[in-house]
């Protein structure tokens, strides 16, 4: 009787159990399937982390304002001495300044394992003027490289410059968002780099006793190509909120055509010396980013929105080869035996912040 009576209650209990989680499957939101993968997968898996609205057409729009600094190596325009006893050296470098851009960029599904297709363009055109004097009293020579062999080692009273870089790339991957964690997102990515980066500098010269500018002109037409490889990590914080990292490098091969135009003081019958060197590299290429984001749906649960905002570094080896060209043409210099040593690196550094649609 009494284990008739248990074994009753253990049933009644048991049907209760079952039915109250029938009931509570059944009137779970849709939407928390879309966490099923995050909230159900142990440590250390990959399991696939895209989140995305109900009604979603598996493409992505986005958009970003850049306001990035431009530094480039051996950009030293002018070497000058104070009045000071003993004297100090000074060099006077090209200016740099932060400058606007964009980028725009469209991201798909391939709808084969959640790997997607991505591509970029960024596009960044700058342009800086410097003016350069002597310290009072002191003195000034502007440096081999940036003006005619006649006024390399002669004082000069003046310096203007002008330099003009424009870079235009795209970047193409394919990737996969993987969680590694309940809360960090692992997209590894691979894919081609190409693009191109223009440069000009011009300076004008004048001599201490002379009036005359004597007008220098180099231009520098790069395009290059390679493979690009990388990762990004985002960090859900929670509210939307993630904080975000990316690193990628690329070993890329760039072709280079240096053109000068000289203005020679030391020839009487014709005071114009032109220059034309190609030169062509492998040469490596990377670019890191660490900053946050805001996700938020609207519209029906079919579009997400992001916010965002990263500080970005990209690096470029072997970009000034304009001094080296002149160097190895017009001068005497015992450095011009290892061209790789005179040649200087490109890097863009500052802000970039944006807003993507996913569809």
């Excluded at 159900?40 to 990959?46: E, H, I, K, Q, Y």
């Excluded at 000069?156 to 590694?180: K, T």
């Excluded at 993630?242 to 760039?254: C, D, P, R």
């Excluded at 000034?320 to 040649?343: H, R």
């Amino acid at each position: 009787m009494k284990r008739s009576f248990l074994s009753r209650c253990i049933t009644i209990c048991a049907a209760c159990i079952l039915s109250t989680s029938s009931v509570y499957a059944v009137s779970t939101p849709k939407t928390k399937e879309k966490h099923f993968y995050q909230k159900n997968m142990p440590l250390g898996g990959l399991a696939p982390a895209k989140v995305q609205g109900s009604d979603s057409w598996d493409i992505a729009l986005s958009g970003s304002f850049l306001f990035w600094n431009v530094m480039q190596e051996n950009m030293g325009i002018a070497s000058m001495q104070t009045a000071a006893t003993p004297p100090s050296a000074i060099t006077a470098y090209q200016k740099t300044e932060f400058h606007p851009g964009f980028t725009a960029s469209i991201t798909t599904s391939l709808g084969t394992d959640h790997w997607m297709g991505k591509g970029k363009y960024t596009r960044l055109h700058t342009r800086t003027d410097s003016s350069t004097a002597p310290p009072p009293g002191g003195s000034m020579v502007v440096n081999p490289g940036f003006t005619s062999p006649g006024a390399v080692n002669q004082t000069a009273s003046f310096v203007i410059s002008s330099f003009q870089l424009d870079l235009d790339q795209i970047d193409l991957c394919l990737m996969r968002p993987s969680y590694f964690s309940s809360r960090l997102i692992f997209t590894p990515f691979v894919g081609p780099k190409f693009g191109f980066i223009d440069q000009k500098l011009r300076t004008e010269v004048t001599l201490v006793g002379s009036t005359e500018e004597l007008p220098t002109q180099f231009t520098t037409d790069t395009w290059f190509i390679g493979p690009r490889f990388g990762f990004s990590l985002d960090w859900l914080i929670g509210y939307g909120f993630s904080s975000t990292s990316s690193f990628g490098a690329s070993l890329i091969y760039q072709s280079q055509r240096v053109r000068g135009d000289l203005y020679d003081t030391t020839d009487v019958t014709d005071n114009s010396l032109d220059l034309l060197q190609y030169y062509r590299f492998f040469k490596p290429n990377w670019q890191m980013s660490l900053g946050a984001a805001w996700n938020s749906k609207t519209l029906g649960d079919a579009v997400c929105i992001k916010l965002f905002a990263s500080y970005e570094i990209e690096y470029f080896s072997g970009q000034n080869v304009a001094k080296a060209a002149a160097l190895e043409n017009f001068f005497t210099n015992t450095q011009t035996d290892n061209i790789s040593i005179l040649l200087g690196d490109l890097v863009f550094h500052g802000l970039k912040t944006g807003l993507q649609f996913d569809f």
